[in-house]
């Protein structure tokens, strides 16, 4: 802000989508600008991704980005720290009761390409179905993509409870998709759900540790 304030000519990669620019890739470096650099340059994330494998990383910390972590375990949101979300696990199926401003999370789970379910009672989204009452089920392969599930259904909940209406997300969207009426967010149909928004947003990133920034569309 103060170099556009001083009418300095800034760095394009900040008109791409980027707010740190530096060594790349930083483990300071959050995931989402990652994988937006990794969209620019696939051949960058490739050869990071060889690397990462190559020092004994599993897929599964390469996709999450916990390699960035000194001690595996440290940082971030856990699943026994999400406030407000409680489940069980019934082999695959996990199913539990989430916090949250339905018609809040309803409006911004438009980003992340939801759908009403059959019913009516509720919204689905990545495989996730949420109710009105909070209730929610989903199948999950494995205890990554239970983690990743549950990260992303918390994002949502503690951004549907927790938005302030910083308009931050409005500034994100190349659509024009966004927009704010008293402080509330609504998404219009030109939408394309590609979660930029979504990933941006200070609730999002560090309200909910990061979890669900990560996500993509």
């Known amino acids: 802000m103060y170099v556009l304030g001083e ?14 620019i530096g060594c790349w890739p930083c483990p300071a470096t959050d995931v989402a600008e990652m994988e937006a650099v990794g969209d620019m340059h696939p051949e960058l994330w490739a050869r990071w991704r060889d690397a990462l494998a190559g020092w004994g990383m599993s897929q599964e910390d390469i996709s999450r980005g916990t390699w960035r972590w000194r001690r595996p375990g440290e940082g971030g949101v856990g699943p026994h720290h999400m406030k407000g979300l409680s489940y ?11 916090a949250m401003d339905f018609e809040r999370a309803r409006e911004m789970a438009k980003a992340l390409g939801c759908t009403p379910t059959p019913a009516g009672e509720g919204i689905e989204f990545d495989g996730i179905v949420v109710r009105e009452d909070g209730s929610f089920e989903f199948e999950a392969g494995d ?3 239970r983690a990743r599930k549950l990260g992303e259904l918390y994002a949502l909940s503690q951004r549907s409870l927790h ?4 308009g931050l997300c409005l500034g994100q969207c190349g659509q024009g998709a966004v927009e704010m009426t008293g402080g509330r967010i609504y998404i219009r149909d030109t939408c394309t759900s590609c979660r930029a928004c979504h990933r941006r947003c200070p609730i999002v990133r560090y309200g909910a540790g990061g979890a669900g920034a990560g996500a993509g569309g």
Do not use: I, Q, S
Request: hydrophobic share 35%; glycine share 22%.
């Open 143 to 145: 205890g990554g993509d």
């Open 88 to 98: 069980e696990v019934e082999g695959e199926r996990v199913v539990g009761r989430v």
């Open 7 to 20: 009418g300095v000519e800034a760095n394009a990669l900040y008109e791409m989508g980027l707010e740190r």
């Open 163 to 166: 938005c302030f209406g910083c």
